[in-house]
């Protein structure tokens, strides 16, 4: 799945082979395995209601009175067992787990048997099960089944390692298109209804089943290995051209990669209106949000990498994930960091322009990854809310570690080890450590050990290294957090500069401390060659002063490195803010756009820092250092410009127009909104947005009916987006007209979150955001998907302002433990905002006085 998003020719030894299943009190036993399952649901969009019957051949390995399966908001209508001509009548009670019971009047013996099963159910209006989507008068039915939600459409023995094959059989209204992950083996009609069977699925987990049921139109997915077509809800077939133009290529860089065919008879796309996720790798019918597959022809550089980083990632997910299945959900982490580390791969072989060989991964993970109680990547996992907790941050780590391998062994010899473990574990289910043997195998380092440290501990070290060369490592955290002692195994790839020559070698540190004489005499150290590592690293003031004269010896990915690595010192507590500024400066001053706009991204993290008494400072600061750079690049995109180029104008216009309170850039802005809202060809959306935001913090009421009309209008997902999201208005009036618009069918359920962040991330004082949701709770959270009702103070609610943390804390103590999975979300909230506030009492002073400066 990416968030933002996912089978062995004799079933039986599947299970039974490599690692049997734990019996714990959260899953099914052991003694009862299914080989096969068909499941036949009589389905139509147009109602809520629906009814469905499963036969699953089972084999029961030990003489028992009873047979467990799952569902959940089902009812069970009947369930029986049957062996040849013989029935068992089965009582179905409920009990933990989502778990079922099916009891026998006498024991069942050993042996083969059927489970039958009827039910009733109904289509529910959030965005996971089976779930309804009405989009411009249409209803579509979709699924999202990963991770606990297959047992809501049909009762299953819904866990990763009982990978069989499937057979799904939809009756609908003839009318509608069905799809499901393999090919229709038959169709029928009478009075109206279809019924369609669709091929036996080759061995896969309940979670990557799928289908789909509307009034779709559809494009064909020419130059696959396989069949395929896109499905898009009625009329949009013609916004897949560029997706179409593109899948093939990234499929062909997998199977190159993995060198094994994509594993599967067809291979559908389906855009859906309403996904709480960017994207799902159902076997052979992945569902994407919307937004990702409608785009235009050919879209600007800087909105590219969205799409096809995203299908990169749900293609990967079909080997790594489909073909290979992790045994049980506490290494799903494994499955996502793989996928996203596939992807960015995919990304630098075939679309070098996009730049993501410069991006630095471990960035998106180090901010969570530094919580105090921020929880390993490895944890036990029982139920729904347990996935959940700090997915985010295990898709961006796991990544990481997998890219330090890398670094460490060699692209080539990652493959050879990634294809080896392909070919081991085909069709069936492995643990993490079958990957760190299948590396270990085809390298010289003990790959394990590393690993343990990193995925069993939270966290990551910060590495110091004094002039005398004294390596010390501790677990890295902000000015004022309290961490526990820990210590890694930690890969330094080391470049150091002795006597005027630079010098480069790899050393492993896993001791607190480590002497490594050959740095004693260095003019400087950098421990992270390109920019690899999970830690963070500290040298002496007088070795970074001599690295910053010398930067013509980093790549770009390096000098972000040192810039990032600095920032994160002054959190920490361990440099002051004058010895990030110059950093700063010295880089924003660099020759190569990716890394002047990492200076400016650096910039913008000291906005919490910036109240009423030191804005005119810091627009002074701004409008001193950066608007030359602005003017420069100018707002109009040219020819032949780069995107790091264009990421750096988005960036700095995006700063300068909210903080430099520059009156020409604000009238610009409300010249580019305003032809935008009429014409959404008209400026890259991108520049729109930020022109939205502008404009709306500086007043410009009137302009949102014209914004809410556009969107009415528009067919783009992504301009839709761009016109509701970007609004910045503070007062309360339009504060509440924004807000009470994401309670209408305007927006989608899944949508319903964004637009409440969207507002909450803008109000200085929040004051009526949390009368407005103490005044709509219920609607809300019935409207919302259960994931974004559970992580709502997380997305919602972090803040750096005491008096909005007291709000929020007066507004969670009532519920917070009534829906699941939000207390852990509120802790998460709760940390984050004690850090900045810790911060903002460290720097506050500092960063005034810096400021200063500019106003004399
Ligand atoms: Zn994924």
């Known amino acids: 799945m990416r968030r933002v998003i996912a089978l062995l020719s004799c079933a039986l030894m599947l299970i039974t082979s490599h690692v049997s299943a734990k019996d714990v009190e959260y899953r099914l036993p052991s003694s009862i395995t299914p080989t096969f399952q068909q ?25 028992t009175k009873k047979v467990g399966f799952y569902q959940q908001d089902l009812t069970v209508t009947g369930a029986s067992l049957t062996s040849g001509d013989n029935t068992i009548a089965l009582s179905v009670s409920e009990g933990d787990y989502n778990m079922n019971w099916g009891s026998a009047e006498d024991t069942i013996a050993k042996g083969k048997y059927k489970l039958h099963i009827t039910f009733e159910g109904e289509i529910n209006k959030s965005s996971d099960g089976m779930y309804l989507s009405s989009f411009e008068g249409r209803n579509y039915i979709f699924t999202q089944f990963e991770d606990m939600h297959a047992r809501k459409a049909f009762p299953s023995f819904d866990e990763p390692a009982f990978k069989i094959p499937y057979q799904m059989t939809i009756t609908s209204p003839e ?46 997915l020419t130059g696959l290995s396989v069949p395929g077509k896109v499905y898009v809800p009625k009329g949009y077939a013609d916004k897949t051209k560029f997706i179409v133009k593109h899948t093939p290529e990234i499929l062909t860089a997998l199977e190159n990669f993995f060198d094994i065919k994509y594993p599967y008879k067809k291979l559908d796309f389906v855009a859906v209106p309403n996904f709480t996720h960017g994207a799902m790798e159902n076997v052979g019918l992945i569902t994407y949000r919307d937004s990702l597959l409608l785009l235009e022809d050919n879209p600007p550089l800087t909105e590219r990498s969205g799409p096809l980083n995203v299908i990169a990632h749900e293609l990967a997910h079909q080997w790594f994930g489909n073909l290979v299945t992790m045994q049980w959900w506490d290494d799903l982490w494994l499955n996502e960091a793989f996928a996203s580390w596939a992807a960015s791969y995919t990304m630098k072989e075939l679309y070098p322009e996009l730049n993501f060989a410069e991006r630095i991964v471990q960035e998106g993970a180090f901010g969570a990854d530094a919580s105090p109680t921020v929880k390993p990547v490895k944890k ?138 050959q740095l004693a005499e260095a003019e400087w150290v950098f421990p992270n060659d390109d920019a690899t590592g999970y830690f963070r690293w500290a040298i002496p003031a007088s070795q970074l002063n001599a690295l910053l004269n010398d930067l013509d010896a980093l790549n770009n990915r390096e000098k972000k490195n040192v810039l990032y690595n600095t920032q994160a010192l002054l959190n920490a507590g361990e440099v002051g803010i004058d010895s990030v500024m110059p950093v700063l400066n010295t880089l924003a001053q660099d020759d190569e756009a990716v890394v002047k706009r990492a200076a400016v991204g650096v910039l913008g993290q000291f906005t919490y820092l910036v109240d009423d008494s030191n804005r005119s400072d810091y627009a002074l600061l701004l409008t001193q250092e950066y608007m030359p750079v602005l003017n420069q690049l100018t707002l109009s995109p040219s020819e032949g410009e780069t995107e790091s180029e264009i990421k750096l104008r988005n960036s700095l216009y995006g700063l300068l127009g909210t903080y430099a309170n520059n009156d020409a850039l604000i009238k610009k802005s409300e010249k580019l909104a305003k032809q935008y809202i009429s014409d959404p060809t008209s400026v890259p959306s991108a520049i729109a947005g930020i022109a939205i935001a502008v404009s709306t913090k500086h007043g410009n009421p009137e302009m949102f009916d014209n914004i809410i009309a556009a969107y009415k209008q528009a067919e783009l997902p992504n301009v839709k987006q761009t016109l509701l999201y970007s609004m910045r208005y503070s007062d309360t009036e339009t504060v509440n007209k924004m807000l009470d618009i994401a309670l209408t069918d305007l927006v989608t359920p899944a949508n319903t979150l964004y637009m409440v962040v969207s507002v909450a991330r803008n109000l200085d004082d929040q004051t009526a955001l949390y009368a407005w949701m103490d005044k709509n709770l219920d609607a809300l959270i019935s409207k919302m998907p259960e994931y974004h009702v559970s992580r709502m103070p997380e997305f919602v609610s972090r803040t750096c302002d005491t008096a909005n943390f007291k709000r929020a804390e007066d507004f969670y103590a009532p519920i917070k433990d009534k829906y699941e999975g939000m207390a852990r979300s509120y802790t998460i909230m709760v940390d984050s905002t004690q850090q900045c506030l810790r911060l903002k009492d460290t720097f506050q002073d500092d960063f005034n006085r810096y400021l200063s400066e500019y106003a004399n």
């Open 39 to 63: 499941i036949h649901l009589n389905i139509d969009p147009d109602t809520p209601a629906y009814s469905g019957t499963t036969v699953i051949d089972i084999t029961v390995k030990e003489d």
């Open 175 to 220: 009318k509608q298109v069905v799809v499901s992950n393999t090919p229709v083996e038959s169709r029928s009609v009478e009075d109206g209804m279809q019924t369609v069977k669709f091929e036996k699925t080759k061995p896969m987990p309940t979670y990557l089943i799928a289908y789909t049921v509307g009034p779709f139109d559809s494009a064909e």
């Open 380 to 517: 036990v996992v029982r139920i729904q809310p347990d996935v959940m907790d700090g997915l985010g941050l295990n898709y961006s780590k796991g990544e990481s570690i997998l890219q330090m391998i890398e670094s460490l062994i060699g692209t080539e010899k990652f493959r050879e080890g990634v294809r080896n473990y392909m070919n081991t574990h085909a069709w069936r289910n492995t643990v993490a450590d079958d990957l760190w043997a299948a590396l270990d195998g085809v390298s010289d380092f003990n790959l394990s050990a590393m690993m343990k440290a990193y995925l069993e501990q939270p966290g990551y070290p910060l590495i110091s290294i004094d002039s005398d060369g004294k390596v010390t490592q501790s677990r890295f955290h902000y000015a004022g957090a309290d961490v526990k002692a820990q210590t890694w195994a930690v890969p330094l790839k080391l470049t150091y500069k002795v006597n005027g020559k630079i010098k480069q070698e790899v050393v492993f540190i896993d001791k607190k401390t480590t002497r490594l004489p």
